[in-house]
């Protein structure tokens, strides 16, 4: 008789990151940023340099020149692929950027917030589902 263990694992981390900012041109900037590097992270992801799974070292040379025109110096190629795969929500209300997702890979995220001048939080709703900060119950 074979006897198979595994484990299952449930993906939704239900995940809450806020960040705030000094101003709101600070957040509005980032905003921005997030979705230049979404662009061209999707765009890399869509072309197969980001391929699921595989440990890619390496930007495409037009997303490397794009984080060279940006001064983005401090992401690495997986820091970049979080914005390809992530399924986040992103809003923005005033000095503050709230993400809402379900995944935990937030690395990219993170610097480019920190980077940039904000405070940054990270709870999970499931256990802080009252939180003051929350603007978007779900």
């Given at each position: 008789?074979?006897?198979?263990?595994?484990?299952?694992?449930?993906?939704?981390?239900?995940?809450?990151?806020?960040?705030?900012?000094?101003?709101?041109?600070?957040?509005?900037?980032?905003?921005?940023?997030?979705?230049?590097?979404?662009?061209?992270?999707?765009?890399?992801s869509?072309?197969?340099?980001?391929?699921w799974?595989?440990?890619?070292?390496?930007?495409?040379?037009?997303?490397?020149k794009?984080?060279?025109?940006?001064?983005?110096?401090?992401?690495?190629?997986?820091?970049?692929?979080?914005?390809?795969?992530?399924?986040?929500?992103?809003?923005?209300?005033?000095?503050?950027?709230?993400?809402r997702?379900?995944?935990?890979?937030?690395?990219?995220?993170?610097?480019?917030?920190?980077?940039?001048?904000?405070?940054?939080q990270?709870?999970?709703?499931?256990?802080?589902?009252?939180?003051?900060?929350?603007?978007?119950?779900?």
């Amino acid at each position: 008789m074979k006897v198979w263990y595994g484990f299952g694992s449930d993906h939704s981390a239900n995940l809450v990151m806020i960040g705030e900012f000094k101003t709101e041109q600070d957040a509005e900037r980032v905003y921005e940023l997030i979705s230049t590097i979404s662009d061209s992270a999707s765009s890399d992801s869509a072309s197969g340099v980001f391929d699921w799974g595989a440990q890619n070292e390496q930007f495409s040379e037009e997303t490397e020149k794009r984080l060279r025109e940006l001064k983005i110096y401090y992401m690495s190629p997986s820091d970049i692929a979080d914005f390809a795969f992530l399924n986040t929500s992103i809003e923005k209300a005033g000095k503050q950027l709230q993400f809402r997702t379900d995944d935990v890979e937030i690395v990219g995220f993170v610097k480019l917030m920190v980077k940039n001048g904000a405070k940054v939080q990270v709870f999970s709703a499931y256990d802080y589902p009252d939180d003051k900060n929350l603007t978007n119950d779900e």
